[in-house]
């Protein structure tokens, strides 16, 4: 028998397990899909926006894989803290593979960034999402008029559009009945979404910037004569050499931009995208909360990069989300590049001094940075797995000392099993019934625990 644990409940993590338990290379698997929250499925439960239903019902898909006879869920686990560091889970199963995503947001880098009312979108996400650790997040947004996100990929969208939509469009969602009330409560007007480079060069996909244009009673607007400064906006050879999505996102923007008088009325919410201008300081009112971002114009350099102006725009906001992407955080014990901000390793086994380290992998953002849709992680994981199982005969040799979940809780910790979820998932249902809503996430560790029940078998 071979016993694998897998750190991690996001797709990455279902992935590898899913690709370990359908295999048929190795006999006997047994996988443990270890969570550090009591709740699975990662970014896809406290990462993907509330209202895009249709790739949060992925969960009914991964619920199926953690439900397979040969996989076993263990949330609650935090690996690499005192009770179980790595080196000790290592002891616990032949193979580990890590699956730890890239939990952190990344800073402007500016003055004036820690002002109150700058927030990183990852907060912001993991706060509307429910998500534990979130719960404290204070967002004060009755006095907000105006927002600026800074990035312009699709987590800059999801934000931009969870903020511009109304409290009827988010109630049938799954967000937390405070932050519901919170964004309800409101008083925002315009979101200005804000790119340091051209539309040419923006991240996010045309299905998701389309869908900021279909918003009820809200207003999409893109400046033509900045869409200009663009070499590729008015088609031609620079046009032609983009990729698809680059030349799509560019009819939608022009869509939007070409429309003069005669167009819809003006609704009350808008939101604007911004190109070429770069973040340069945030500045704060007497109060001490921001009260506007400082940008410097830019302009394309010819290259796909940009260069500096020195000319200067302020945009007001009371509220400054920086949406400029995801990093990876070291876990204690497993080796890490702090450049890249993920694990090294080679075909998904980790690189302990540039060898493979016996029984220890890695798969998803933590292998190869935060990029790709959901979707990617799937050959990701099959390409982890598949170095696992070339390394299984060697691995399976060693003694295991019994059952891990015993060595769990001899450590203290308190694992909360496939069964105490399904509790959890039964109390956000009757939770979202008596609020006259459907399903509604707890959002706080001893709301998801209390859920959980005592007895955990
Ligand atoms: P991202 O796609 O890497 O976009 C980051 C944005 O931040 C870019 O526009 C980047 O501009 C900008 N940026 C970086 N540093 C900056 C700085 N110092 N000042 C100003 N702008 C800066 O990251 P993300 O939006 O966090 O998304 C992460 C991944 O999740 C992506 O693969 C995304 O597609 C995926 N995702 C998908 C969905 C979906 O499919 N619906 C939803 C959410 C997330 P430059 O290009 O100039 O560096």
Redesign the pocket.
């Known amino acids: 028998m071979l016993r694998v644990a897998v750190v991690g409940s996001g797709p990455s993590g279902v992935y590898a397990a899913q690709a370990l338990a359908q295999q048929r290379e190795v006999p006997g698997v047994r996988v443990d899909v270890l969570d550090r929250l009591p709740a699975p499925y990662g970014l896809v439960r406290y990462?993907?926006?509330p209202d895009?239903e249709k790739?949060k019902s992925l969960q009914g898909s991964l619920r199926t894989v953690l439900e397979d006879e040969g996989i076993r869920f263990l949330g609650h686990v935090e690996v690499g803290g005192d009770r179980l560091p790595a080196g000790r889970l290592l002891e616990l199963y032949h193979a580990v593979v890590y699956c730890v995503g890239a939990a952190r947001d990344?800073l402007?880098?500016v003055p004036g960034e820690d002002l109150a009312g700058v927030h990183s979108?990852t907060a912001f996400v993991a706060w509307y999402s429910g998500h534990p650790d979130a719960a404290a997040e204070a967002f004060d947004l009755p006095g907000v008029r105006s927002a600026v996100v800074?990035?312009?990929?699709?987590?800059?969208?999801?934000v931009t559009r969870i903020l511009a939509r109304g409290v009827p469009e988010l109630a049938p969602t799954d967000m937390p009945q405070s932050a519901l009330e919170a964004l309800g409560g409101s008083g925002l007007r315009t979101v200005a979404m804000v790119?340091?480079?051209g539309p040419s060069?923006?991240?996010?996909?045309t299905k998701?910037l389309r869908e900021l244009g279909t918003l009820p009673s809200v207003e999409a607007l893109a400046d033509p004569a900045e869409l200009a400064l663009d070499p590729a906006y008015a088609g031609g050879p620079a046009a032609a050499a983009l990729p698809a999505v680059a030349r799509r996102n560019l009819e939608v923007l022009r869509g939007w931009a070409e429309q003069g008088p005669g167009g819809p009325p003006p609704a009350p919410r808008r939101i604007t995208l911004r190109f070429y201008l770069?973040?340069v300081e945030v500045l704060g009112g007497p109060d001490g909360r921001v009260r506007a971002v400082r940008f410097e114009r830019t302009l394309p350099d010819g290259q796909g990069g940009v260069a500096g102006t020195g000319r200067y725009e302020d945009l007001d906001a009371q509220l400054v989300l920086r949406?400029?992407?995801?990093r990876g955080v070291p876990l204690p014990g497993l080796p890490f590049d702090p450049a890249s901000g993920t694990v090294p390793h080679a075909a998904g086994r980790v690189l302990r001094a540039g060898r493979a380290s016996v029984g220890e992998y890695v798969a998803g953002w933590i292998k190869r940075g935060?990029?790709?849709?959901i979707g990617t992680n799937r050959p990701c994981a099959k390409e982890t797995v598949s170095s696992l199982l070339q390394d299984a005969g060697a691995l399976a040799r060693r003694e295991l000392p019994g059952d891990p979940l015993d060595a769990l809780r001899a450590a203290g910790l308190r694992p909360v099993l496939w069964p105490g979820w399904l509790a959890i998932e039964a109390a956000e249902a009757e939770g979202g019934r008596s609020l006259g809503r459907r399903t509604v996430k707890i959002p706080d560790w001893a709301g998801l625990l209390g859920a959980a029940g005592p007895a955990q078998t």
């Open positions: 990462g993907v926006a895009h790739i990344r402007l880098g979108a800074v990035g312009a990929g699709n987590v800059a969208v999801d790119a340091r480079r060069q923006a991240k996010f996909t998701e770069r973040p949406s400029v992407g995801y935060p990029t790709g849709v």
